[in-house]
T-cell receptor, first 111, second 115 residues
Framework: NAGVTQTPKFQVLKTGQSMTLQCAQD?????MSWYRQDPGMGLRLIHY???????DQGEVPNGYNVSRSTTEDFPLRLLSAAPSQTSVYFC??????????FGSGTRLTVV | GDSVTQMEGPVTLSEEAFLTINCTYT??????LFWYVQYPGEGLQLLLK?????DKGSNKGFEATYRKETTSFHLEKGSVQVSDSAVYFC??????????????FGQGTTLQVKP
């Protein structure tokens, strides 16, 4: 049982490049979300989804796109990376008892 | 909107010392409250949770009580170990009919325990 799998674990991008952070889960959880973690600011919600085909914005959505075509996958897209997007990104799912499971994170550096 | 405030760190303690990390929240409705722990280089793990007023969450010697009257959820441990060194996050999930499942985090408190 893998839980929540995030890929890649590390990534370096140049300003203006695009990339997709992958998140996959095998627990059949309807709810999935993306957070970014920055020093001294805790984790801030970027986007979330309550089920396939349904997504919504969180606290800091600008510069990020998401889609949810299947229950299992919830990719996060950076269309034109900026140095301000240097951060650690976490994907999380939630079960019906409001238990959250986090992935191990993707450390992104934009130069 | 809802928010969580934690005491600033870092907190440095000697092994076997008593730990308190303060957490207060602002929320409409009746949120669920959580403490998560993040060990170096790892993701977040649930440490404990409480879903209603006066509930006490406990795990691995850590405890926290949901205090609605003071809007607090302070984390305590009677005797810390070096292996408890980590970053601790207080968080809330909106409750009742407004529950969108979103977790709102405090800024995190770094704990360092010295032998």
């Amino acid at each position: 049982n893998a839980g929540v799998t995030q890929t890649p674990k590390f990534q370096v991008l140049k300003t203006g490049q695009s990339m997709t952070l992958q998140c996959a889960q095998d627990m059949n959880h309807e709810y999935m979300s993306w957070y970014r973690q920055d020093p001294g600011m805790g984790l801030r919600l970027i986007h979330y989804s309550v089920g396939a085909g349904i997504t919504d914005q969180g606290e800091v959505p600008n510069g990020y796109n998401v889609s949810r075509s299947t229950t299992e996958d919830f990719p996060l897209r950076l269309l034109s990376a900026a140095p301000s997007q240097t951060s650690v990104y976490f994907c999380a799912t939630r079960d019906r008892a409001y238990g959250y499971t986090f992935g191990s994170g993707t450390r992104l550096t934009v130069v | 909107g809802d928010s969580v405030t934690q005491m600033e760190g870092p907190v440095t303690l000697s092994e076997e010392a008593f730990l308190t990390i303060n957490c207060t929240y602002t929320a409409t409705g009746y949120p669920s409250l959580f403490w998560y722990v993040q060990y170096p280089g790892e993701g977040l793990q649930l440490l404990l949770k409480a879903t209603k007023a006066d509930d006490k969450g406990s795990n691995k010697g850590f405890e926290a009580t949901y205090r609605k009257e003071t809007t607090s959820f302070h984390l305590e441990k009677g005797s810390v170990q070096v292996s408890d060194s980590a970053v601790y996050f207080c968080a809330l999930s909106e409750g009742g009919s407004s529950n969108t499942g979103k977790l709102i985090f405090g800024q995190g408190t770094t704990l360092q325990v010295k032998p």
